[in-house]
């Protein structure tokens, strides 16, 4: 019977591993103000996991990081995705933001957006709801640096607004 356990303990540690997710869903979310373009550029990390299930969940189909042949479907999934999911206002007025691309980091993925132009941001807001479609525990770090000065915050489902002044 000992033998038994000692055999049985190793095989059961190794099994727990495997498929084994994250117990928390949080992503985070950069916006920085770059003084030279005049842009703001954003950049979001999320597991990889959740971000391929919130798009599979979205758009009704499977997408994987790690395949090559997925590279122009997650290209338009992430930009449709980007456009529904994160909104910029800068004193008082909306600015378009596009989608640059991603980039799979390991376990993660970085999603890059970049705004259009704008002068001497003073009031910035946003809206992030990235991965709220999955999950109703998603927390997403929102840093937002204008100037050098950089102000974070917490959102956590459903809270997705956020509102600094510089």
């Known amino acids: 019977m000992k033998n ?3 055999f049985l303990l190793p095989v059961l540690f190794l099994f727990s591993f495997s498929e084994a997710k994250h117990p928390y869903h949080v ?3 950069e916006i920085n103000y770059n003084s030279k373009s005049k842009t703001f550029e954003i950049t979001g990390r999320f ?7 919130a798009l599979g969940k979205k758009y009704g189909q499977s997408f994987h990081f790690n395949d090559p042949k997925y590279k122009a479907q997650l290209n338009e999934a992430l930009r449709k995705y980007c456009s529904e999911y994160f909104k910029l206002k800068t004193n008082n007025q909306f600015l378009k933001v596009d989608f640059v691309g991603y980039e ?3 376990e993660s993925v970085n999603v890059y957006l970049e705004s ?3 002068q001497n941001p003073r009031k910035v807001e946003t809206a ?3 991965l709220y479609n999955l999950f109703d525990d998603q927390i997403n770090i929102v840093h937002i640096i204008v100037n050098d000065v950089r102000k974070s915050e917490k959102l956590t489902y459903p809270n997705r607004y956020l509102y600094q002044q510089f």
């Not at 597991?47 to 299930?53: A, G, P």
């Open 128 to 130: 992030v709801s990235f």
């Open 4 to 6: 038994f356990w000692l």
């Open 47 to 53: 597991f990889l996991d959740d971000l391929e299930n």
């Open 27 to 29: 992503g985070s979310v």
């Open 116 to 118: 259009e132009g704008v």
């Open 104 to 106: 799979e980091d390991h």
